[in-house]
């Protein structure tokens, strides 16, 4: 069979049918995912170790040509340490614990049984990671993996993973998954492949589709197909369900496309073997409203009643990883922060504090942590009774602004970036009357796609309402209902705009109860919706920023 150079948009499986490359645009990124039944009843009981992975090596070529990223699964270690000889120019990554009868054949340094990942690439240029999926139960005869490499993949530093799932872990171990994935990328374009031991349509999937700070939803390179690649039933093995997928961030790729081969290397398959692939997309956001760490995440501030202030970094999906302390001492104590804009110009988003009667700016190195507080260039004093938010771009002039609540109602101070720090440059202009003062106002940022930012206000009743700013008359347009949320039994509110990437932006609560719970964003919000990403202490916090 010819080495294909490119794969057949929804191909039989073993078709041999290839589809020219497109001589356009940057070369497709190609993945392959295989499950190896290195020690089961599938096994491959008559190739030596070196054999098979010869064997492996040249089929993977012949049906598509040699790929990127290989993910295997089952694979012992003899066959591991085959392949290593045969894949030249590769850097691999293995992870395996367990020892199951029917290792010992292939030989090799041990008989231990796991999953390994191939990439393209020197291993000087590559930073290697690997995780257990299901920590907790040691027990098993097989310990699930992600196994991920970090590099130049496709021209550009990449985190590419490969997964073997199982039915008996909470959604089969997606969320362990995406977790380990959104620390390793730290906001780079991302891909995952692997035996995920879900059907199309299983939720374990949901929220793989979801993506990554930074790589907008992952899109799946055969999505709308159902082509079995694996049997679900004794002998002969019948293939009869898709378990394999390949996933890759959809800010970052394009015209994802996917195919399988049955390339019999076991007496009775156990998986076919999945191609994919997708080309590189170039990013058109650097930048996401929120983030202050520099991973495409935004992050959540919270002001303790201790005087610290505690950075919560995001994770894309409405929880937040291990806090840190970007701030203590008195002058924290009854701040009001909030960050929503870029007042230096640096490229990075900082933090708008109220503290006393003074409004400070506090810049962000790049990494959230932050600098002294200066002093922002306003007209206005009196700050000790206003409640100041950095509300990003109202009015759509391409500068910051904030918003604040006084007992004389809502005002909107106009800003621009200055180098020399935030620079309040214009009069302030009250858009909303005196009841205003009884409202807690909230930034989700731009969330009509218009480029201006919207305005959120929670009722002393709870009921939440969304806000644009006319320029033209100075004034807020009329309200749309967004659900209502007591402000009794939901003390605090924040809300980061869209933080799970399904178009609608996100709100969190505090409870009575001392909880974090997350509000999607998409249906109204109600005392009866959200999901808790925090347990208990959230009561010892007087402000969310």
């Given at each position: 069979?010819?080495?294909?150079?490119?794969?057949?948009?929804?191909?039989?499986?073993?078709?041999?049918h290839?589809?020219a490359a497109?001589?356009?645009?940057?070369?497709?990124?190609?993945?392959?995912?295989?499950?190896?039944?290195?020690?089961?009843?599938?096994?491959?009981?008559?190739?030596?170790a070196?054999t098979?992975a010869?064997k492996?090596?040249s089929?993977?070529n012949?049906?598509g040509?040699?790929?990127?990223?290989?993910?295997l699964?089952?694979?012992?270690?003899?066959q591991?340490?085959?392949?290593?000889?045969?894949?030249?120019?590769?850097?691999?990554?293995w992870a395996?614990?367990q020892?199951?009868?029917?290792?010992?054949?292939?030989?090799?340094?041990?008989?231990k049984?796991?999953?390994?990942l191939f990439?393209k690439g020197?291993?000087?240029?590559?930073t290697p990671?690997?995780?257990?999926v299901?920590p907790?139960?040691?027990s098993?005869?097989?310990?699930?993996?992600?196994?991920?490499?970090?590099?130049?993949?496709?021209?550009?530093?990449?985190?590419?993973?490969?997964?073997?799932?199982?039915?008996s872990?909470?959604?089969n171990?997606?969320?362990?998954?995406?977790r380990n994935?959104?620390?390793?990328?730290?906001?780079s374009?991302?891909?995952?492949t692997?035996?995920?031991?879900a059907?199309?349509?299983?939720?374990a999937?949901?929220?793989?589709?979801?993506?990554?700070?930074?790589?907008?939803?992952?899109?799946?390179?055969d999505?709308g197909?159902?082509?079995?690649t694996?049997?679900?039933?004794?002998?002969?093995?019948t293939?009869r369900l898709?378990?394999?997928?390949?996933?890759?961030g959809?800010?970052?790729?394009?015209?994802?496309?996917a195919?399988?081969?049955?390339?019999d290397l076991?007496?009775?398959?156990?998986?076919?073997?999945?191609?994919?692939?997708?080309?590189?997309?170039?990013?058109?956001?650097?930048?996401?409203?929120?983030?202050?760490?520099g991973?495409?995440?935004?992050?959540?501030l919270?002001?303790?009643?201790?005087?610290?202030?505690?950075?919560?970094p995001?994770?894309?999906?409405?929880s937040?990883g291990?806090p840190?302390?970007?701030?203590?001492?008195?002058?924290?104590?009854?701040a009001?922060?909030?960050?929503?804009?870029?007042?230096?110009?640096?490229?990075?988003?900082d933090?708008?504090?109220?503290?006393?009667?003074q409004?400070?700016?506090?810049r962000?190195?790049g990494?959230?942590?932050?600098?002294?507080g200066?002093v922002?260039?306003?007209?206005?004093?009196?700050?000790?009774?206003a409640?100041?938010?950095?509300?990003?771009?109202i009015?759509?002039?391409?500068g910051?602004?904030?918003?604040?609540?006084?007992s004389?109602?809502?005002?909107?101070?106009?800003?621009?970036?200055?180098a020399d720090?935030?620079?309040?440059?214009?009069g302030?202009?009250?858009?909303?009357?005196?009841?205003?003062?009884?409202?807690?106002v909230?930034?989700p940022?731009?969330?009509?796609?218009?480029?201006?930012?919207?305005?959120?206000a929670?009722?002393?009743?709870?009921?939440?309402?969304?806000?644009?700013?006319?320029?033209?008359?100075?004034?807020l347009?009329?309200?749309?209902?967004?659900?209502?949320?007591?402000?009794a039994s939901?003390?605090?509110g924040?809300?980061?705009?869209?933080?799970?990437?399904?178009?609608?932006?996100?709100?969190?609560?505090?409870?009575?109860?001392?909880?974090?719970?997350?509000?999607?964003?998409?249906?109204?919000?109600?005392?009866t919706g959200g999901?808790s990403?925090?347990?208990?202490g959230w009561?010892y916090?007087?402000?969310?920023?």
């Amino acid at each position: 069979m010819a080495v294909g150079t490119a794969l057949l948009v929804g191909a039989v499986a073993g078709s041999g049918h290839h589809v020219a490359a497109d001589p356009a645009g940057p070369a497709p990124v190609r993945t392959v995912s295989y499950n190896a039944c290195g020690a089961h009843t599938c096994q491959n009981v008559v190739d030596s170790a070196d054999t098979w992975a010869a064997k492996f090596r040249s089929r993977m070529n012949a049906e598509g040509g040699p790929a990127d990223v290989i993910a295997l699964q089952e694979i012992c270690t003899g066959q591991y340490e085959a392949l290593r000889q045969v894949l030249v120019g590769y850097t691999p990554v293995w992870a395996g614990e367990q020892e199951p009868e029917g290792c010992g054949r292939w030989g090799g340094s041990s008989t231990k049984f796991g999953q390994a990942l191939f990439v393209k690439g020197e291993a000087a240029d590559f930073t290697p990671y690997r995780a257990l999926v299901n920590p907790d139960e040691t027990s098993l005869p097989r310990q699930r993996w992600v196994l991920c490499a970090k590099g130049p993949i496709g021209g550009r530093t990449t985190l590419a993973c490969g997964v073997h799932l199982g039915t008996s872990l909470p959604s089969n171990g997606t969320p362990v998954v995406l977790r380990n994935m959104e620390r390793w990328a730290a906001g780079s374009p991302a891909l995952v492949t692997g035996d995920f031991n879900a059907v199309p349509g299983h939720s374990a999937l949901v929220p793989l589709r979801s993506g990554l700070c930074g790589t907008g939803p992952f899109v799946e390179a055969d999505a709308g197909r159902n082509a079995p690649t694996a049997w679900a039933s004794a002998a002969p093995f019948t293939y009869r369900l898709k378990y394999d997928h390949a996933f890759f961030g959809g800010g970052d790729f394009t015209e994802p496309r996917a195919r399988t081969a049955d390339i019999d290397l076991t007496p009775g398959e156990d998986h076919k073997m999945l191609w994919a692939e997708a080309k590189p997309l170039e990013r058109v956001a650097t930048r996401v409203p929120g983030d202050l760490t520099g991973d495409l995440c935004p992050d959540m501030l919270a002001v303790r009643k201790d005087g610290t202030l505690r950075l919560y970094p995001g994770t894309g999906r409405g929880s937040f990883g291990s806090p840190r302390v970007v701030g203590s001492g008195p002058e924290w104590n009854g701040a009001v922060v909030s960050h929503r804009g870029d007042w230096d110009g640096d490229g990075d988003e900082d933090v708008v504090a109220r503290t006393g009667d003074q409004l400070l700016l506090h810049r962000n190195t790049g990494t959230g942590d932050l600098e002294p507080g200066v002093v922002m260039k306003v007209s206005e004093t009196g700050w000790a009774h206003a409640s100041p938010v950095a509300a990003g771009d109202i009015d759509g002039d391409g500068g910051p602004d904030v918003l604040a609540t006084s007992s004389t109602g809502l005002w909107l101070h106009r800003g621009r970036v200055a180098a020399d720090g935030g620079w309040l440059s214009f009069g302030a202009v009250r858009i909303g009357p005196a009841e205003w003062k009884d409202r807690e106002v909230l930034a989700p940022g731009d969330t009509d796609g218009d480029g201006r930012a919207e305005v959120w206000a929670r009722g002393a009743d709870g009921t939440i309402e969304q806000y644009g700013y006319d320029s033209a008359t100075k004034t807020l347009g009329a309200p749309t209902a967004l659900g209502s949320l007591p402000r009794a039994s939901r003390p605090l509110g924040l809300s980061l705009g869209d933080v799970d990437g399904d178009g609608h932006a996100d709100l969190w609560t505090t409870t009575a109860a001392a909880d974090l719970v997350f509000h999607p964003g998409g249906a109204p919000f109600a005392e009866t919706g959200g999901v808790s990403v925090g347990t208990g202490g959230w009561g010892y916090f007087s402000r969310l920023g």
